[in-house]
């Protein structure tokens, strides 16, 4: 039962930003918001997280959305490298499982 | 810091046939996981241990799938008999006690003949 609603795939020109939407319209008070990635035959690589501020890191930037139903990763100059399943998961504190659902497939282009 | 070990890294047997792997988590990550991942879904939890102790096994096939955790460090899944439905990539995944960011290992790939 997942609790999270992504787009299958995307493509995304290197160089460009990608912007990846997740819909999480039944989140909770107390639920975070997770985003990982997984390159081919890799396992999955922890990206960001947050609650309700936007983040960013060295890898991606986060956006909230103030009623927290959505949410959109961006990757600010995508690269080939980047291409990668990346998986949108809400995740409530002192909840341990990382519950996945098939995430967006996105594919950068050079 | 040294990632997660797993091993072996491919692995092919005929069904009915037993295999077990291996983990070797992050260096003081109390909190250890298997996930099966499925050609083309998400990966899936399957066991998670705190220390040695089980936390959670919900999704684990008990009829054929067994885990421990000894002295609360490395990890083997072991499954006997295997059927062709096992066939999939299994992930070990460790993190600190009470922590929110998972690492994962490269993963055990089984083929089932």
């Known amino acids: 039962d997942a609790k999270t609603t992504q787009p299958p795939s995307m493509d995304c020109a290197e160089g460009r930003a990608a912007n990846l939407p997740c819909n999480h319209s039944?989140?909770?008070?107390?639920?975070?918001v997770y985003w990982y990635r997984q390159i081919h035959s890799q396992g999955p690589q922890y990206i960001i997280h947050?609650?309700?501020n936007n983040e960013t890191n060295e890898m991606a930037s986060l956006i909230i959305t103030e009623d927290r139903k959505s949410s959109t990763l961006i990757l600010p100059h995508a690269t080939l490298r980047d291409t990668a399943v990346y998986y949108c998961?809400?995740?409530?504190?002192?909840?341990?499982?990382?519950?996945f659902g098939a995430g967006t497939t996105v594919t950068v282009r050079a | 810091e040294a990632g997660v070990a797993q091993s072996p890294r491919y692995k092919i047997i005929e069904k009915r046939q037993s295999v077990a792997f291996w983990c070797n988590p992050i260096?003081?990550?109390?909190?250890l996981y298997w996930y099966q991942q499925i050609l083309g879904q998400g990966p899936k939890l399957l066991i998670q241990?705190?220390?040695?102790?089980?936390?959670?096994d919900s999704q684990l096939p008990k009829d054929r799938f067994s885990a421990e955790r000894l002295k609360g460090v490395d990890s083997t899944l072991k499954i006997q008999p295997a059927k062709l439905e096992d066939s999939a990539v299994y992930l070990c995944?460790?993190?600190?006690?009470?922590?929110?960011?998972?690492?994962f290992g490269a993963g055990s790939r089984l083929t089932v003949l």
């Open positions: 947050g609650l309700k």
């Open positions: 039944t989140i909770s008070g107390n639920e975070y």
């Open positions: 995944a460790s993190s600190l006690a009470g922590a929110n960011v998972l690492t």
């Open positions: 998961i809400v995740r409530a504190t002192g909840d341990y499982k990382l519950s």
């Open positions: 241990f705190q220390n040695n102790g089980v936390v959670d």
């Open positions: 260096s003081g990550h109390a909190t």
